[in-house]
């Protein structure tokens, strides 16, 4: 495998992975979660076999893929702005061009995307990946190509991702895939279907070979990692049905961890998601016995009302929310928390908009990910809930979320100045080319003059000011970890 560096990519740098020899150039795009981000990486390599390298020239690609999201509308209409801008460049400079689209929107609106946007060549869902190569033979030939069926297995444990615009430092390692918790807002149980996890193995393998080549940092990842459960395949729901055997020898999430934890002690493992109904303690001792897993959870809690939560279908109440808090705070006392809030939900009034405020000043997150409700078609919302919060509510209600978020922001990488942290230097600053950026075991933020240091070390940093979501520090020496 070729690696070149992109240097479009002002401030940063970015390495190709590309196979030497391969003569035809794929376009990849990806909206979205994390997962998607992922799974292009999976088609980047299935094509890699098929002769294509990636390339940044739009205007040069031989085919143009978007993996695209359905979480949100605000999503979708950028993938629709997107197909209008390759419009442009297939009917202007590159008729030859193939274009398709991948992902969740792909599966949510299957044969309509090929009669709505008449660009379009091919729509592939999220578990249809390997058959590519078949759906571009059938374009060749004149045909619509379409392939969105759900699976029960595949996990794509068997293929070695291409990393696309990677630091070279950081990866994700996918460990699950699907979601069975159908919260009445969400489209992923019908985007992604159900949960099934990767053989633990090949997670294992895929880490190690990451380290062989220099990487530093993984995240594992899934829609709902605290899920995983490898007991030789097949669906989660389906694990009660499992012999003796496999239960006795299953690998739950706190297990893999561990696993991971020992297969390479000097690389620093994240996961993301968590969900709040299905971690355990026995992740959170975990994340305490290791010291190369961060201390760092993502959990999203989406609103802190109990009558809100019960209309999402989310399975844990808010008190059980804050004894979870209460008790990773108990084991991990440095670690960061970060949600997920969602305003304007369906009959969401005042008194459960301010539920939310309080829960937020009881939890006090490091971070958050907030959205006004958007309703999606499909959903069990949209089907049994009127969308009845107006839009101006709900974004006044929404900058609140934000405005609470960023003051508890504050305090905390505030709490920071005068301390030592260990930042693992990912890359460039933003502005100029002067510091290096990078996140410490909390992941926050940090930027710091570049001196000697390289990326992919890791360094000492003194802290000595702070902003709402970035820390600001000297280097004071190499960390041991390097």
Known sequence: MEKTIDENKQGENLVIENKEGNKKKLFIESYGCAMNFSDSEIVASILSDQGYNTTQNLED?????????????????TVRKRLEKYNAIKRDTNPNMKVGVLGCMAERLKSKFLEEEKIVDLVVGPDAYKDIPNLLAEVEDGRDAINVILSKEETYGDISPV?????????????????????????VPFTRGRERSRDHQSIIEEIN??????????????????SYLWYGGGLKKDFVKATDMQKATAVNFSK?????????????????????QDMTLDVVETMAKYKNICNYIHLPVQSGSNRILKEMNRQHTREEYIDLINNIKR??????????????FPTETEEDHQDTLSLMKEVRYAFGYMFAYSERPGTMAERKLDDDIPLAVK??????????????????????????????IEKEARKGNKDWSGRNDQNLLCVFPK????????????????????????????SENN
């Open 395 to 424: 974004k006044r209600r929404l900058q609140e979320v934000i405005d609470l978020q960023l003051e508890h922001s504050f305090d905390k990488t505030k709490s920071f100045i005068g301390k030592t942290v260990e930042v693992l």
């Open 209 to 226: 070979d990451l380290w062989s080549r220099g990487y530093k940092e993984i995240t594992l990842l899934g829609q709902n990692v605290d």
């Open 61 to 77: 690609a031989d085919l143009v893929l978007v993996n695209t999201c359905s979480i949100r509308d605000k999503a979708e209409q």
């Open 451 to 478: 001196d000697i240091y390289k990326v992919g070390e890791f360094v000492n940093v003194k802290i000595i000011s702070a902003t709402k979501t970035t820390l600001i520090g000297e280097p004071v020496g190499y």
């Open 256 to 276: 893999l961890l561990e696993l991971c934890a020992q297969a390479q002690p000097k690389m620093r493992i994240r996961f993301s998601t968590s969900n709040p």
């Open 163 to 187: 990393r696309l615009n990677t630091n070279g430092v950081t990866a994700f390692v996918s460990i699950t895939r699907g979601c069975d918790n159908m919260c009445t807002f969400c489209v």
């Open 331 to 344: 084991i991990l006392p440095e670690c960061t928390i970060s949600q997920d809030m969602i305003t304007g």
